[in-house]
């Protein structure tokens, strides 16, 4: 029975109508004055954080590493990098955080590990240790070792000679990070061990890293690699028996038809998936100011078990991967918003921040936000994006777009009192910290920053599109994207307009009765009156966006109504009887 529990999931299953917000603790904010964020810092700007509005932090691998991929090279699971405080700082960060009402997840880096951690070093010293068996091994060179780069034109192979080892070592990523043995069930109970350590000491769940080539098949012998899912529902069980309401964010770019697999059909794997899909497109829907591309991203990526939940995000700390897009579709996002060389990355992405690549047009950013904030699922959202921060491209690869937060404009933004930060703070053109930090832009009520806190309030304040049933709505213009959701008889509509140009917008919402008459703009007073014939007919200024409830009663009112009453409705009848509820 789908009735009761519904009801009480609500207030549970915090992860569908969270706001996430990702940061490194080392570019954050340094307290100690070396240079290098750390905890205390990170302390210290949660009032920040929980002014903004964020629900959840997800922090960047802080553990021990020797950082050559910015800690997604660790080497040791149960420790702090020292550079960033110590456990006893970070328990004392999940402790305030708490007090504020925000829940921490972690990276989990379970695919591969430093080469300087010590299971590995024994490894390659020691084939009769049990620690060689952690890794893979091939005598021989393997065919295709110079294929399945998970960083082409930067790294050369995926299979590496060690003279220690006198052996061949896999290695998706950088060489200096030998892939585990996933399929060794020793390294398996290590992976679960390594979460429950972190959930004891807090965290409310995981960023799981690089998820395809944790559970794929590993090895000499092994030409296409096949997905362990089993692997997966291992993972959350655990989770599960020892926290149950921690989860599991899925870093998994993959095509839409193995989504299920990811999640699970029984919703019983994991938690919450990017939609890396959904991601490509709606950056070529700004490019392009296409949406049709879009839709189709919306539509294949709609079943999801009803517990799941899809991360909305623009930008990462990666590069913006295009990879899913055609190739015609590539090059008109390459144009539009990474025309350089010096832009691109991998032969198949963006490396910018988002503001940037927008012109620091904050029309557009708002554009790309409000969308961001009102596709199907819960908002990731990037450090340093509440202020349209900025790139360094003279920086390598990824390196760019991480740069240090942007405080005031004081030395180097405010970020530390040391004259050489971990990296440099971004300090000329329109970006630099003079111009964008977060201390004038509190002062100022129009800046982004309380755009982005005002627009944070109003999407906690519309579950709907966290929790309930979409249908995209036909306008007849190829730049207009018109969403609806419905969820517990209430109905929200999100309206964009991805054209330079201003348009006419001509809609049915799509609700028969009085109630689709009126729509009540949640952002000013401009609602809309439906025309004789019920469609509505409004303006919308160029790259602008609408966000309006459905009917004029008031909606509160009308959902402590619903509370009480059977969750057999989650989906409107008239829905279910048309052709049944799709998300489940
Ligand atoms: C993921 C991370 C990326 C990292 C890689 C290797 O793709 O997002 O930053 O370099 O995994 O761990």
């Excluded at 920040?48 to 991929?69: K, N």
Aim: glycine letters at 8%; hydrophobic letters at 40%.
């Amino acid at each position: 029975g789908r009735q009761g529990p519904t009801v009480l999931m609500i207030n549970d299953l915090w992860y569908k109508n969270a706001v996430i917000y990702c940061l490194s603790v080392a570019t954050y904010m340094d307290a100690n004055g070396d240079g290098v964020g750390d905890f205390a810092g990170l302390m210290r700007r949660l009032d920040y954080l929980s002014g903004l509005g964020v629900t959840a932090i997800w922090l960047m691998p802080f553990q021990a590493s020797p950082c050559r991929d910015d800690g997604y090279d660790v080497s040791n699971y149960y420790e702090v990098d020292a550079r960033y405080g110590t456990l006893g700082d970070f328990v004392e960060f999940t402790h305030a955080a708490k007090q504020r009402g925000i829940r921490v997840i972690i990276d989990l880096v379970a695919n591969h590990t430093s080469d300087q951690h010590p299971w590995f070093m024994e490894a390659r010293r020691n084939p009769k240790s049990m620690y060689r068996d952690w890794y893979v091994w091939s005598k021989k060179k393997p065919r295709g070792s110079n294929k399945g780069m998970a960083f082409p034109g930067v790294q050369k192979s995926t299979w590496s000679y060690d003279s220690v080892a006198r052996a061949w070592y896999f290695h998706r990523f950088y060489d200096f990070q030998p892939d585990l043995n996933t399929s060794n069930p020793h390294v398996q109970a290590e992976i679960l061990k390594i979460m429950g350590f972190w959930i004891q000491l807090g965290v409310s769940g995981f960023r799981m890293d690089a998820v395809p080539f944790v559970i794929a098949t590993k090895g000499p012998q092994v030409r296409n690699p096949v997905e362990q899912y089993d692997m997966l529902r291992m993972m959350r069980e655990f989770l599960q028996w020892r926290q149950g309401d921690a989860i599991i964010l899925a870093e998994a770019n993959v095509l839409p038809d193995t989504d299920m697999e990811y999640f699970g059909r029984e919703g019983d794997r994991m938690h919450m998936m990017f939609n890396f899909q959904v991601n490509q497109n709606l950056f070529y829907a700004l490019a392009a100011s296409d949406a049709r591309p879009l839709q189709k991203a919306l539509k294949a990526t709609k079943p999801r078990p009803k517990t799941a939940q899809w991360g909305m995000f623009l930008r990462n700390h990666d590069e913006l991967d295009l990879g899913r897009l055609t190739k015609q579709q590539r090059k008109t996002v390459f144009k539009a918003f990474g025309p350089e060389p010096a832009m691109q990355l991998y032969d198949r992405g963006i490396r910018r921040r988002l503001a940037p690549m927008l012109e620091n047009d904050r029309r557009r950013i708002e554009l790309a936000y409000s969308l961001m904030f009102t596709l199907p699922g819960t908002a990731v959202l990037r450090y340093g994006d509440e202020l349209g921060m900025g790139d360094n491209l003279a920086l390598p690869e990824r390196q760019c777009a991480r740069t240090p937060m942007q405080w005031s404009t004081e030395p180097n933004a405010g970020f530390t009192k040391s004259k050489k930060p971990i990296s440099p703070v971004i300090s000329v053109g329109p970006c630099g910290y003079e111009h964008v930090n977060a201390a004038q832009q509190r002062r100022d009520p129009n800046s982004m920053l309380n755009w982005t806190e005002r627009i944070i309030r109003m999407r906690k304040e519309v579950p709907e599109v966290g929790w309930g049933d979409f249908e995209i709505l036909t306008t007849r213009d190829v730049s207009v994207l018109a969403i609806r959701y419905d969820w517990r008889n209430n109905s929200v509509l999100f309206v964009h307009n991805l054209a330079s140009t201003p348009r006419e917008v001509s809609l049915s919402v799509g609700i028969a009765g009085e109630s689709s008459r009126l729509l009540v703009n949640l952002l000013s007073e401009d609602h809309s009156q439906a025309k004789a014939g019920g469609k509505h007919r409004f303006m919308l200024e160029a790259y602008g966006y609408r966000w309006f409830r459905v009917g004029g009663l008031d909606y509160l009112l009308k959902r402590s109504d619903i509370e009480t009453e059977s969750a057999d409705r989650v989906t409107p009848r008239r829905q279910r009887s048309r052709r049944g509820p799709v998300a489940r």
